[in-house]
């Protein structure tokens, strides 16, 4: 299944691990926008992670879950390039 995850961190230091954190289970593609491609076991993962790390009286996390259908419907705009899954990811 294909994740999308967004955020806005009101801390720097917070901000920095949270994308640390993502980059152990996806691509970026914006500055604070994640694509990962996972099962529903590192999906939980991912968000167990990431809720440890963030404030959630300050900050906000948008976790996506796109199914096969919506995924296919993604448009690219620009200089947009499809998110590549890496070979392996170091959890």
């Known amino acids: 299944m294909q994740y999308v995850v967004c955020y806005d961190i009101a801390d720097d230091r917070r901000r920095d691990r949270v994308a640390a954190a993502l ?3 996806g691509s970026r593609v914006q500055e604070s926008v994640f694509v990962a491609n996972l099962d529903d076991e590192l ?3 991912m968000a ?3 809720k440890k790390l963030v404030d959630e009286h300050f900050d906000r996390v948008h976790i996506f879950e796109l199914c096969a259908a919506c995924n296919g419907k993604t448009q690219l705009i620009g200089t947009a390039e499809v998110a590549k899954d890496r ?3 170091v959890i």
């Open 48 to 50: 167990a992670r990431v």
């Open 43 to 45: 999906a939980g993962r």
């Open 87 to 89: 070979e392996f990811y």
């Open 23 to 25: 980059l152990d289970f």
